[in-house]
T-cell receptor
Framework: EAGVAQSPRYKIIEKRQSVAFWCNPI?????LYWYQQILGQGPKLLIQ????????DSQLPKDRFSAERLKGVDSTLKIQPAKLEDSAVYLC?????????????FGQGTRLTVV | GDSVTQMEGPVTLSEEAFLTINCTYT??????LFWYVQYPGEGLQLLLK?????DKGSNKGFEATYRKETTSFHLEKGSVQVSDSAVYFC??????????FGAGTRLFVKA
């Protein structure tokens, strides 16, 4: 079974530039998550989709971050404009249902450096 | 709000030593509890989980018991190996479709 695919693996941009990350979840998984992991911290949920609808985006900085999951499959996360404090690893995960006992499967992440 | 607190790392052990990584939580309701592991260069993967009080999750020689009275879910392994070197994350899910992670504990195992 193929895992969660993310690209790119690494990205370096200057502040105020824009960047986009892509995620392809495990086939058939209805729930998709984007997490931000700042160095030395645990992952923080940015947004959760159930199929192509948003379940939770309470911690997404909506003035600069946006995400979409068209057709309920793959997803993109965009930052525009980027700030220095956005430097982090962005993790995508998926699960079959999103319920409290359901395992989430993670991609390898995209490491973003904003200079 | 809901939160997870883990012991700070790094933890450095010699091979075959006993491992404990402490995890305590604060949550409304009755969460499910998880340990995830992140090996160097890889994504997070589920190590074990427990869904109700007194449940014991176990996998690859690791185990953790859901202690409701002390709100804890400490990770233990009787004899660590070099290949166990990784970052370990304690996490909870209260059914609000949100998994909350601790800050992670880095483990180094020396041969």
């Amino acid at each position: 079974e193929a895992g969660v695919a993310q690209s790119p693996r690494y990205k370096i941009i200057e502040k105020r530039q824009s960047v986009a990350f892509w995620c392809n979840p495990i086939s058939g998984h209805a729930t998709l998550y984007w997490y931000q992991q700042i160095l030395g911290q645990g992952p923080k949920l940015l947004i959760q989709f159930q199929n192509n609808g948003v379940v939770d985006d309470s911690q997404l900085p909506k003035d600069r971050f946006s995400a979409e999951r068209l057709k309920g499959v793959d997803s993109t996360l965009k930052i525009q404009p980027a700030k220095l404090e956005d430097s982090a690893v962005y993790l995508c995960a998926s699960s079959s249902s999103g319920g409290m006992n359901t395992e989430a499967f993670f991609g390898q992440g995209t490491r973003l450096t904003v200079v | 709000g809901d939160s997870v607190t883990q012991m700070e790392g790094p933890v450095t052990l010699s091979e075959e030593a006993f491992l404990t990584i402490n995890c305590t939580y604060t949550a409304t309701g009755y969460p499910s509890l998880f340990w995830y592991v992140q090996y160097p260069g890889e994504g997070l993967q589920l190590l074990l989980k427990a869904t109700k009080a007194d449940d014991k999750g176990s996998n690859k020689g690791f185990e953790a018991t859901y202690r409701k009275e002390t709100t804890s879910f400490h990770l233990e392994k009787g004899s660590v190996q070099v290949s166990d070197s990784a970052v370990y994350f304690c996490a909870l899910n209260t059914g609000g479709f949100k998994t909350i992670f601790g800050a992670g504990t880095r483990l180094f195992v020396k041969a």
